[in-house]
C-alpha cells in the first residue's frame, strides 16, 4: 500500500472563547425569542390599549432576564472576572449605558424632565423609561445574534 498523506481537516478560526453565561444558553435564547416576540407584535401590529401594559410588564421582565444573565456571569466567574467581563465587555458596557440613562431621567429635574420628554414626544417620565428598556432588549437581541453568528460562520 501506499503512504498517502491525509488531508487536512478543515477548522473555522474563531476569535472568541467559550462565554460563560449567567443564565444558561437554551434559557436566554427563549428569552431573546420573547423579546422579539414582544417587539414585533408591539410595533408590527395594532394591540388594544388593554394588552400593552402586560406587554410593559413582560419587556421589564425580559431586560431583567439579561441583566441577571450578566451578574451571574461575573459571580460565576469568580477569581476569574476579568476574563468574564473581557469576554463580554459590550455588552456590559450597553448594560451600565442602559442603567444611566434610565436613572438620569428619573433625578433629572422636572423642568429639564419636561423639556425631553417634550423633544421625544412622549407622555411622562414612564413612557421614556419603557422605550428605553426597549431600546435595552433591542441591542441584547443584537449582541444576541451577532454572537451566534460568529459562532456559526467563525471569524
Partial sequence: ?????????????????????????????????????????????PIGSGAIPWFDRLDVILALCFAVDLALALFKGGRRWREVYNSRRFEYFVLVLFLLLVVSAWILPPRASAGLIKFLHLESTQALTLNLVKLFLLSSVC??????????FGK
Avoid: D, Y
Fill in 1 to 45: 500500500m501506499k503512504n498517502v498523506p491525509e488531508q487536512p481537516k478543515l477548522v473555522f478560526a474563531t476569535s472568541s472563547r467559550p462565554i460563560l453565561r449567567g443564565i444558561t444558553g437554551p434559557w436566554i435564547r427563549v428569552v431573546a425569542f420573547l423579546v422579539l416576540v414582544s417587539l414585533i407584535l408591539q410595533h408590527g401590529f
Fill in 143 to 152: 449582541i444576541q445574534l451577532l454572537r451566534a453568528i460568529e459562532r456559526l
